[in-house]
């Protein structure tokens, strides 16, 4: 089926114009290569062809590759068939002695911006939503099409290196500001500006750095500015581990040493490098979480399928707290009217100021319009009386984390709202199953858990209760994806799945605490594996009295496996007993001041050391391993159906290293015969938390994997 037509634009301009049949976006694979390589061939050697112009027929110009074609790559030779042909076909294009101008109407990613990088003038509609990037960093991968050799011929290395290695994403009024992009016209002038740029002479029909003379722009990167560039760059990337993320050196690689000779000879660098990338681990690790799990997770796949989508158009938020203001904030912005139901007034003032001005900074941030967001406000109600809710169509219940608040909401709300409207409780710790008795109907109560900012933040993790029915799970699932959130669905229990995995690291990062370690060698382990903020700064974050509290809610009776040897409970204690109550109450582990954060001096006597060393490949793996085992134990028990949902939630919720592919991938990564191995040797060391779950040594004798290849 044919992605590719050759259109007539008159005066001897020809387009080539992207639309693939049954998709919303443009993306390429290697059929799609092949025909846009015949169509260029075709094209220059027509005598009456003065230019071309690439163009699309979707909202988007293209997104980047095919992300399935590239999982399914087993070897480094079969990398290398597949971006030979695309750079064979893009070295072609700006080597014909015509000019090919790129037309961007919406986003410009990956191999969709390298098109447009081989192109020899680029003119870009003017649309805020517009977005120019080379993203593939954040699956693991490198530019592979060209794009680590030409970005940085055109705009230079220190505008070109966030954008590869980062993922920056421009808009086009910053791309035309560093030279990405030649012209900004509106929409609807877009191909008439490519053709005239073509006919007045106004696109060239060669690249800069096929020119006689051509010299890089701004610093070369062995003069000392470029190598200030680079070293920043390289320091960045040197904060985790070296290995962990091969990408981004790779890129670096090609950077460094590909812009010292011609255009081909970096070409070929960044296709080597490309080809080793392409089939490691990382690789697949990320595309089977990042994409084609959170896919599945965004396609609502666990909504029941035998009930009609519900028409949403009202819902209750009850306490405005930070967690409802920001619930209250992405309901309003999916376009629901929006009930503020606060019993206290001045709370109540107070969250609806909260929710204003995040929508004011939206306006200021060029993320919403002044009337969008005008039309948002207008969409919340504010009101202190229940009976102003019952005709809503779902009731968030947001007020502090305590049993009895929640019980008394619920049976309110569950007095005035229509028997068949959803209650959704946002808990991270309290069982759904015992909340529910407070409820008028308990088939249609439901968790769900939203993670803090909840304006940013996208997983939601939707808890069924014992009793929760499918047409509640379907509404409550329908309102999640208007709100654009990823959910994924687990039973009930204690810590629910994303809460007990999360302790369960923080328990072993406090452990290593109380035998004595520095936290700052404890956190700087956990940053090192890819953890985005070491786990005891995080904990004085969330406040240690806050964190006290949450540990005793999901521990239960304390026999659990992942409990065992473990002094998180211990650790809290003595904190909080000296008086350390976090960063927010002066100082918890830490002390704070203008110049950043040290130990606090006390800890020494809390916790004295053993005097015995431990290594930080020990450190780590205790940090990491205890999460892992516990989300199998999830997934053993029923709390967690399946492994991919297990991993979104790790990657999506608190960060867990996406190299590993999440929590479970961790495993699939190291092995899990070598897994096993290494957790008995932790179990001897450490205590029964490193237990391997019956599930996993199953699953060892049967030769059984969590992931198909």
Known sequence: MSVIKIEDYGDGVRAIVFDRPGSPHNFMNSEVVKELHRAVRGLATDEEVKGVVIASAKKSFLVGGDLRELQALKTSEDAATIIADVQSCLREIELVPKPFVAAIN????????????????????DDPRLKLGLPEVSLGLMPGAGGTQRLPRLIGLAAALPIMVDDKQITAVKAREIGLIDEIVPLNDLIQHAKKSILSGTAPSDQPWDREGFTLPGPLPDSPEGQAVLTEMWSKIRRRKMGLEPAPEAIMEAVEVGLIGPIEEGLKLEQSKFESIAVSQVVKNKIRTLFLGLNDANGMKDRPKDIARYNIKSVAVIGVGQMGSGIAYCAAQAGYQVFLLEADPDRLEKGVSSISKRVQGAVERNRMSAEAAKEMIARLHPTTLYDDIAAVDVVFEAVSETQKTKDQVTAAASAVVGRDVPIASNTSTIPISTLADSAANTKRFIGLHFFAPVDRMKLVEVIKGKQTNESTLARVLDAVADMKKTPIVVNDGLGFYTSRVVRAYTGEAFTLLAEGLSPDLIDDVAVKAGMPIGPLAMADITSLTLLKDIVISITGDGSATGLKGLRLTE??????????????????????????????????????????????????????????????????????ENAIDADVGSVLGWAFPSGYGGVVGLIETIGIPQF????????????????????LRGMNDRNEKFFLD
């Open 571 to 640: 650790a809290l204690d003595q904190l909080t007993a000296a008086g350390r109550t976090g960063k927010a109450g002066g100082g918890g582990i830490y002390d704070y001041n203008e110049a950043g954060k040290n130990a606090w001096f006390g800890l020494r006597d809390c916790f004295p050391s053993d005097g015995k060393e431990i290594d930080r490949e020990l450190i780590e793996k205790r940090l990491l391993f205890t999460q892992s085992l516990e989300a199998v134990r999830a997934i053993e028990e029923g709390v967690i």
């Open 106 to 125: 919406g986003l410009a990613l990956g191999g969709g911006l390298e098109i447009a990088l081989a192109c020899t003038y680029r003119i870009a509609a």
């Open 676 to 695: 096993i191995t290494e957790c008995d040797e932790l179990k001897g060391l450490f205590g029964g938390r490193f237990e391997v779950p019956k599930l």
